[in-house]
């Protein structure tokens, strides 16, 4: 069967940027990013880190880098299921207060 | 009929790469459907830490900050000895693969026993949702609540963590006798990508619980 072998080295750098960007997540969430106006900029970062390091993940442990079409494809799948989960939930919940209602926050 | 040796190879399958391929793809279906399970928690989550930003902060701020990031450093390490078992696996060596099935094994059971000191903290500080919560705060009601998706997230994260511990030790069980070989590891390599998608979870929930009010 041909399967493709990822080189110690490749793992071993993937790890490393992976430690690194755990340090840099925990040090940045102590630092009030949005300067005391923008609270949501701490929030942004955390979460940039975090889709960043499941994106190491995905590509290098989970060999998506050296996989099939098909796999892509699910992979993605996922990833977009989620975006439409979270984002019109939040559509939804942040947009209610837009209009004066007695069924909402009276 | 019988035969005498047991081919890996199942009669519905055309060639052992076919067979590789559809176990794999059926590995990442399943994961989808965890993806959208985990979704959901976040989901709730979002929004009730968009409404109750405050509550919610108190609460974080009682978690353990040190025992989160040891647990997070511990599990990336369990998640790169585990990509070094597929890869033990696929060069066929076998004494490298139960070495290194082993240690993820052993470094999934450290993972857990923080997280089981972490549970224990929590209830002597009546921290645990229910009748014995105290809290001292005039949003105590929103900080249960944030303790209530703690012990939901990362409780259903501990059980799929379980369930890695245990298809782990099938793992070992079956390199001991000598089911896997370069031609035909499946079992390894999909378990891998189970594993590394638990991980995953983590590297979310961690930020989420543990860092969302850090700043304040």
């Known amino acids: 069967m041909t399967h493709h072998i990822v080189p110690v080295r490749i793992y071993l750098l993937v790890f490393a940027a992976l430690i690194l960007l755990t340090a840099l997540t925990v040090l940045a969430s102590f630092y009030d990013l949005g ?34 079409r098909q796999t892509w494809v699910f992979a993605g799948a996922g990833a977009f299921w989620l975006l439409i989960l979270l984002t019109l939930t939040m559509a939804d919940y942040l947009s209610r207060s837009w209009l004066p209602t007695t069924l909402w926050g009276g | 009929m019988a035969e005498t040796v047991e081919s890996p190879l199942q009669h519905h399958f055309a060639s ?39 509550g919610f902060a108190e ?7 040190t025992l989160g990031s040891v647990n997070t450093l511990v599990l990336l390490a369990s998640s790169l000895t585990m990509a070094m078992a597929v890869r033990s696996a696929q060069l066929g060596r076998r004494g490298l693969l139960l070495l290194f099935l082993g240690v993820t094994l052993a470094l999934g059971l450290v993972f857990l026993g923080i997280k089981s000191v972490e549970y224990t903290h929590k209830f002597h500080q009546h921290l645990v949702p229910g009748p014995g919560f105290r809290f001292d705060s005039p949003v105590a009601q929103k900080v249960q609540l944030f303790f209530s998706f703690y012990f939901a997230m990362t409780g259903m994260h501990a059980l799929h963590m379980v369930v890695g511990a245990g298809l782990l030790t099938w793992l070992m ?11 035909y590891f499946t079992p390894v390599e999909v378990t891998g990508l189970y594993w590394h998608f638990v991980d995953i979870v983590w590297i979310f929930l961690f930020p989420t619980l543990y860092l969302v009010a850090r700043h304040q």
């Open chain 2, 173 to 183: 069980v079956g390199t001991l006798r000598g089911r896997f070989s370069s031609e």
């Open chain 2, 16 to 54: 052992a790469e076919q067979q590789y391929e559809a176990s794999n793809l059926g590995m990442w279906a399943f994961l989808v459907t965890e993806i959208m399970f985990f979704g959901g928690l976040f989901a709730a989550f979002i929004v009730y830490v968009t409404f109750y930003a405050q």
């Open chain 2, 59 to 65: 609460g974080s701020k009682h978690l353990d900050l």
């Open chain 1, 35 to 68: 300067g005391g106006r923008l609270h949501y900029v701490n929030a942004v970062v955390a979460l940039t880190i975090a889709v960043t390091k499941a994106t190491l993940v995905v590509l290098f442990f989970m060999h998506l880098r050296y996989g099939s």
